[in-house]
Nanobody, 127 residues
Framework: QLQASGGGSVQAGGSLRLSCAAS????????MAWFRQAPGKEREFVALAWPLGRTFYGESVKGRFTISRDTTQNMVYLRMSSLEPEDTAVYYCAADSTVAGGRSDYYYARAGIYDYWGQGTQVTVSS
């Protein structure tokens, strides 16, 4: 139901834009997010977007990454700039099945609450 794309290999300092297309249902009232997982590490929160556009970022990407969503097209994007080798990971988009609200950004930064996951797209940043 979620299909991520846009990954690739770039040099440090470069940029990429990831896309995530939802199908089968709409997520206009739901939180959508990006996570990433590097080899040998736990899945890490990257960014999330509320239905009306408010965003929240993980500390390691704040100021460099931008999440956006197009609810009319059932899409969520992640614009990544000033990429660093430490950003190398498989990136996953995710969506929560419950209607957004009543919880803090930190609650929605937990991978365990998301019901829908994309298949992941590899991002490799070389120095």
């Amino acid at each position: 139901q979620l299909q991520a794309s846009g990954g690739g290999s770039v040099q440090a300092g470069g940029s990429l834009r990831l896309s995530c297309a939802a199908s089968g249902r709409t997520f206009t009232r739901n939180i959508m997010a990006w996570f990433r997982q590097a080899p040998g590490k736990e899945r890490e929160f990257v960014a999330l977007a509320w239905p009306l556009g408010r965003t929240f970022y993980g500390e390691s990407v704040k100021g460099r990454f931008t999440i956006s969503r197009d609810t009319t097209q059932n899409m969520v994007y992640l614009r990544m700039s000033s990429l660093e080798p430490e950003d190398t990971a498989v990136y996953y988009c995710a969506a929560d099945s419950t209607v957004a609200g009543g919880r803090s950004d930190y609650y929605y930064a937990r991978a365990g609450i998301y019901d829908y996951w994309g298949q992941g797209t590899q991002v490799t940043v070389s120095s």
